[in-house]
């Protein structure tokens, strides 16, 4: 089976790349993927017309183009979309997705996965990956986390392994939040036992993805 994957940002395509092969299987053995990373996640755009310059690479503006492209292009088996769920309510954001989906004449074998409410809760998801990756992060800072909860995950993580914590790289300022999500990703990412994650939105994904492989 070929998968095309859509993720909104180039740390979630390295996350992604090192997890599909724990997750599938090495590439070109029964499956084969490519991964496409945004710049951004952006809004669902009214009437499902994009919203912008296709050059901007938005995520979610360009989504029902993108969509209805894939469905057109022989050789893809099936899509997935991966996204941060932020703040939105997740189970109406995912029906605002699977609406854009059946609206735009997406392939058949289209799936939506949510971090909530970013990616980095699936590094709290197996805390041995993150202690392996960084064996002095505060383990305070790691028990005050709460799986899958909305409370600014990426900045609970960099309170945990950062030197001076979120604050440090807030008042740093961009693009430091953007290089370390990419850090944390070629650090944890190759620690992550799937087996035992225990985050709710990486075992969706997990179940999710395999099942959809078998279809």
Known sequence: MHLE???EDSSGQKLLQILLPKLLG???EAHTWRIHPYRGIGKIPKGLKPGTNPRKRILLDQLPRVLQGLGKTPGIDAVMIVLDSDRNDCVAFLQELKALAAGCAAPSNTLFRLAI???EAWYFGDENAILKAYPK??????AQYAQ???CGTWECLADAVYPGGSNAVKKAGWPLPGILKHEWAGAIGPHLDPEVNLSPSFA???DGLRK???S
């Not at 992060?137 to 790691?142: C, F, G, H, V, Y």
């Open 204 to 206: 969706k994904l997990r």
């Open 5 to 7: 994957i859509l993720v």
């Open 26 to 28: 090495s590439e070109h």
């Open 148 to 150: 899958d909860s909305v």
């Open 117 to 119: 409410e970013e990616m």
């Open 212 to 214: 959809l492989v078998k």
């Open 137 to 142: 992060a505060r383990k305070d800072a790691l």
